[in-house]
Structure formats: C-alpha cells, structure tokens
C-alpha cells in the first residue's frame, strides 16, 4: 500500500515565524508532489508543486523535495493567522490508485 | 471562471434513500475524480474517470456508482444511503490522468440519519 505521511499536528507558530511542514512518502517511483491549503469548512486548494529535488519558491512559500530519502516539506516564510488552515501533501503515484495519494493533513495555527 | 462545480452543497437523508450528486468542471479537463473527506481518515478516492467514456475503483467504491456524462460531467450516486456515509464528498477534475494536480469543487456536506 502506497502511503503519504503527515504530521497531524497542531503546529503552532507566532506570526511573523517560518512554518516547517513535513510530509514522507512510500513510493520511491513517485515524480510529482504537492501542497494543497484547506480552510475549516472548505475546498482543497493548490499553493505549490515540485517535481524535481531542490527548492521552489513562490512567495512566502517554499517547496523542498529529496527524492533519495523519500521526503517533501513546505517552509511559509512570515507566517500569517490566515495562513492558520490544514495543509495538505499529496503525492503522485499513478496506476490504480488514481494518480494521487494525500496525506492527512497537518493543522497549522499561526498566533497573533 | 466557474472551475469545478458541485451540487448540492448540503444534503441530508434517511437511510436507505438515494440521491445523485452532481459535477460539471469548465476547464475541459479529461479526467475527474470523486473523493470522500472523513475526520482522521483524509481524502479517499472513490471513484474516478480518466477520460470520457471510463470509469475506475478507487480505494472505497463500495455503496457508490458513478457515471461520466460527458467530458464536463461526472455524477456520483448512492442507491441506498447508510450512516457510513456520512462525510463531506469532493468533486475534482485534471488535465488528465497523468498529470495532476487536481482542482477540487467546493464540497457536498451529506448527512445520513
């Protein structure tokens, strides 16, 4: 069973602080990861993808991915209360599972 | 732009009912996805349309069955709703199958009492 790991939190940082989010996955064939933002009550959206290892930055986002220890991580640089949400890793693994596999999700609270 | 659409946004029904929720993307994407949203358990897949005309299981199609409309549409239906059901069900849709990310409805909350 193909599995995405996520620390379920919460994590809470003051405003102002860099946020740390972590997130582990098992399939080492996996190409292409993401981050998604959930707020309470709503949708999943889309902040950052990373398909090769290194950093991408957009913004106060940045994406890190180390294929070779299988692990991805999104850094939020002056961090916000309406960064306050759960964030989401989801990992593509293709075949029958659909294309992508997420996490459970981390609950950030940013602190005024 | 509209990008995923559901409906309904809320529901509730007895056990044994049936209802069919509905799903129109306008970003003329291939594939679509159904996904089911419980505490503690995140997002599942399942059921999902890499293209118009097919349709796959997911991880949890038990109690479900879907049908692919056409490009645009993709419909879920429960037959005979149960309490196990009760969960927060997600539309989404993709370029294709091979090429996410997925960009997500807003949501159906469906109580089963």
Known sequence: QKEVEQNSGPLSVPEGA???LNCTYSDRGSQSFFW????SGKSPELIMSIYSNGDKEDGRFTAQLNKASQYVSLLIRDSQPSDSATY???VNVGGSQGNLIFGKGTKLSVKP | NAGVTQTPKFQVLKTGQSMTLQCAQDMNHNSMYWYRQDPGMGLRLIYYSASEGT???GEVPNGYNVSRLNKREFSLRLESAAPSQTSVYFCASSLDFRNPPLFFGQGTRLTVV
């Not at chain 1, 998604?36 to 707020?39: D, G, L, M, S, V």
């Open chain 1, 18 to 20: 860099i946020a740390s």
């Open chain 1, 36 to 39: 998604y933002r959930q707020y």
């Open chain 1, 88 to 90: 989401l890793c989801a």
């Open chain 2, 55 to 57: 349709t796959d299981k």
